[in-house]
């Protein structure tokens, strides 16, 4: 007997058949908790999870169906769901096809979710006043998040494309599973005894409400509300809510918004800066501008001409009268120069040998040194003596 050999699709084909043709999963009512919900609003379908305690199963509902939904499905909410079970052949996947959706309230996470905001909000962890403000100008960086993903790679990403001065530090933490809330307290432990940072991104990409419970930890929001240092939440997509981004002093809708947020955009300052300069050179030139209007229009006006020709003729008068003063004080200093030059000159005339010599005295020299004593000469010695009209030589022939 020969084995029988079909293709994927066939046995896909083949087992979505045997589903199909049971009435009793042609429609059906299930009971569960919605999670993963995702809403296509290109398509209009939605794609969610429904759950209980024990297991799990995908579901789909199709856009015709899904515009009779009288209220917004989301994760957490306990609903009833009418439908037909089936295959989707391409992927072998046994899932659920919706037709109706009712509310049936909320389920045991989105339960206690609520009841966690609802008891830190009495508290005023969620206040506004509480609030910090985020420092425009960070050096540095803290980011608590997996080491591994999307969500590292895109903050790290935008960090540096739009303020490569800042400093990161990085903190890799687990951001699901039992080691998460543990490992992200510790980290934000560390982070506020070094005192480094000026700001904290703290977050993870987005998952199911089961994925992202570590950051509805009532532990981790208290952990948070303590910090010293503002802290930016960024958990999972736009559409994620957790405790975490209440208690937070900023929610960023996404890890890559938390970093736009975190920092300025270099580009954007240094236009500024351009944008400043250009403002100061203007308001430079047209305040210059305006002051030289107004000192010309000063200048040209009758009343400053006036003014200007009175103390112009004023500054000639003074002129007038201290050039006189400098002539007089000239000539008396002249005079009195000039009759002290008179007395010198008489005093210096009554000192001059000539002028003794005039009266009959003569100077006797030996060759060139003036003859004082007759111990200068001997006899026979040549000697001249000067007169007030010429020079006689002598010969010594005797002394006494």
Known sequence: MSEQVVSVKQLNMYVKSLIESDANLLRITVKGEIS?????YSSGHLYFTLKDNDASIRCVMFRSYAQRVKFDACDGMQVLITGRVSLYEKDGQYQFYAEEMREDGLGDIAKKFEQIKE??????????????????????????????????????NILSRRYPIAKVLMCPVSVQGELAVPEMLSALDSVYESGEADVIIIGRGGGSIEDLWAFNSEELARKIYESPIPVISAVG???????????????????????ELAVPDMADIYLRIEKMQNAIKNALFSKYNLCKLRLES????????SARDEIIGKRFEDLDMLNEKLTLGLEKRFIKSENEFSVLVSKLDSLSPLKVLGRGYAVA??????IKSIGSVEANDNIDLTLSDGVVNCTVIGKE
């Open 36 to 40: 993963n919900f995702k809403n296509h």
């Open 365 to 370: 020299k030996k060759g060139e040194k003036v």
């Open 119 to 156: 008891k830190l909000a009495k508290e005023g962890l969620f206040d506004i006043e509480s609030k910090r403000p985020i420092p425009k100008f960070p050096e540095k960086i803290a980011v608590i998040t997996s080491p591994t993903g999307a969500a590292v790679r895109d903050i790290m």
């Open 298 to 305: 000063a200048i040209s006006a009758q009343s400053f001409k």
């Open 237 to 259: 997509h736009e559409t994620d809510f957790t405790i975490c981004d209440f208690v937070s002093d900023l929610r960023a809708p996404t890890p890559s918004a938390a970093a």
